[in-house]
């Protein structure tokens, strides 16, 4: 059985960073893309970004571009996003997702909250 | 990249059907067959109904079928029931190698 679990989520102050982790188990971690979807507080869904099985390459939605890093650890089965210059807009809550066979998204975690404010 | 286009709220009685549209560009849904569908009841984590514009995955009820034509794709859900209830996104993968999500349709079941 596929598992996500997402952790890393809080409070922080618009300006400030956070770094989200996502522990895979459950399938051949190093075999799957991933990615990070969020969804702010009674809104719908918005793509953030999707990495490789090796690691690279990145993609990442234009709104987060120069902002966010994702990157993975193979040898821990586990995914990250590092989230710098946060503003309030990305108050959401991050759901760690598995791509299947043939594209994103067939796997979703229970998500981490993420809240941006002062 | 603009949100996909679908309609705020849907609604039907139990045992009808009802569809939801998405609607995109040739950027998205006209340009590839990677178009998913997505069930999420409150509070939950967003379930995958339909992948690959048709295909469902397995212990996903064969009412929920999909189909695509041009730059919309279309969910039905045959034979309505109470546990339908919830918001549904369509997604697809774009030319920019990123994905795109609707904003979301609110089934309700009258």
């Known amino acids: 059985e596929v598992q996500l679990l997402e952790s890393g989520g809080g409070l922080v102050q618009p300006g400030g960073s956070l770094r989200l982790s996502c522990a895979a188990s459950g399938f051949t971690f190093r075999s799957y893309s991933m990615s990070w979807v969020r969804q702010a507080p009674g809104k719908g869904l918005e793509w953030v970004s999707g990495?490789?099985?090796?690691?690279?390459?990145?993609y990442y939605a234009d709104s987060v571009k120069g902002r966010f890093t994702m990157s993975r650890d193979n040898s821990k089965n586990t995914l990250f996003l590092q989230m710098n210059s946060l503003r309030v807009e990305d108050t959401a809550i991050y759901y760690c997702?598995?791509?299947?066979?043939?594209?994103?998204?067939?796997?979703w975690g229970q998500g981490t909250l993420a809240t941006v404010s002062s | 990249q603009s949100a996909l286009t679908q309609p705020a709220s849907v609604s039907g009685s139990p045992g009808q059907s009802i569809t939801i549209s998405c609607t995109g560009t040739s950027s998205d849904i006209g340009g590839y067959n990677f178009v998913s569908w997505y069930q999420q009841h409150p509070g939950k984590a967003p379930k995958l109904m339909i992948y690959?514009?048709?295909m469902r995955p397995s212990g996903v009820s064969n009412r929920f079928s999909a189909s695509k034509s041009g730059n919309t794709a279309s969910l039905t859900i045959s034979g309505l029931q109470a546990e339908d209830e919830a918001d549904y996104y369509c997604?697809?993968?774009?030319?920019?190698?990123?994905?795109?999500f609707g904003a979301g349709t609110k089934v309700t079941v009258l």
């Open positions: 690959d514009v048709t």
């Open positions: 990495i490789g099985g090796s690691g690279t390459p990145t």
């Open positions: 997604s697809s993968y774009t030319t920019s190698s990123t994905y795109v």
């Open positions: 997702v598995k791509y299947g066979s043939t594209s994103c998204c067939s796997d």
